[in-house]
């Protein structure tokens, strides 16, 4: 079998999005970081994210929502990601669940995407 020339790391999750401007500020209020601007004629927002993966919301070819999670966030205070999450409005999918490695809970951006924040249970 040949070796692959492909390294074994994701580089950026791509978030596909319908509103740009309300994108950007709903998920720079859900991670906490400062709102920014979109490059590529205002298509393309690179959110700052800690740690090598990036995220990008992509305004070009919204797709149709996966009823899997795009992607998930870590969290540290599971309990406390829901009540945040609810103040901010997101539209929650699923009840905090144990699956034993993890406890997560699953919601929805404005854009209907499916996302999850995990909490490792140690």
């Known amino acids: 079998m040949p070796q692959s020339p492909i390294q074994n790391k994701i580089g950026m999750i791509f978030i596909p999005v319908t509103d740009m401007d309300r994108a950007i500020a709903w998920y720079s209020q859900l991670l906490g970081v400062p709102v920014g601007s979109a490059t590529h004629e205002g298509k393309i927002y ?5 740690g090598e993966t990036g995220l990008i919301l992509d305004g070009n070819k919204p797709v149709p929502n996966s009823s899997q999670p795009i992607c998930f966030f870590w969290a540290t205070d599971i309990s406390a990601t829901y009540v945040f999450l609810r103040e901010i409005g997101a539209e929650i999918v699923s009840a905090v669940e144990d699956i034993g490695s993890v ?11 499916l996302l999850m924040v995990c909490q490792a249970n140690n």
């Open 46 to 50: 690179n959110l700052p994210m800690q």
């Open 103 to 113: 406890t997560y809970v699953s919601f929805r951006d404005p854009d209907n995407n």
